[in-house]
């Protein structure tokens, strides 16, 4: 099981970046899919899900309308689109799934994926 996160870099408040969740040996489109992210002396925790089922998706209150979360099943991955970035956005950002469950619910929790991406950081500063 193998997830590729890839998409990050150096932007300006208020900039964007997309970041890219590719898959390969698994079929990301049976299963939810989260971002997390994490900074340095504290805890990953959850940014966004998007389940396989309804499409339903979740977002954590620090990015709810500023963050959207999408799949594209024929390439096998998932973005995070992330939009008017805030200096506390800055944080390596890594893509998970369980390769059991479908639907995200009402949080992402990291003790609830098991397979992980690499990550790739992301730095917002002028």
């Known amino acids: 099981v193998q997830l590729q996160a890839s998409g990050g870099g150096l932007v300006q408040p208020g900039g964007s970046l997309r970041l890219s969740c590719a898959a390969s040996?698994?079929?990301?489109?049976?299963?939810?899919i989260g971002w997390f992210r994490q900074v340095p002396g504290k805890e990953r925790e959850g940014v966004s899900c998007?389940?396989?089922?309804?499409?339903?998706?979740y977002y954590a209150d620090s990015v709810k309308g500023r963050f959207t979360i999408s799949r594209d099943n024929p390439k096998n991955t998932v973005y995070l689109q992330m939009n008017s970035l805030k200096p506390e956005d800055t944080a390596v950002y890594y893509c998970?799934?369980?390769?059991?469950?479908?639907?995200?619910?009402?949080?992402?929790?990291?003790?609830?994926?098991?397979?992980w991406g690499q990550g790739t950081k992301v730095t917002v500063s002028s």
């Open positions: 040996e698994f079929s990301l489109a049976y299963f939810r």
């Open positions: 998970a799934t369980d390769l059991i469950s479908t639907h995200c619910g009402d949080s992402v929790i990291k003790d609830d994926y098991d397979y």
């Open positions: 998007t389940s396989s089922t309804d499409g339903s998706t």
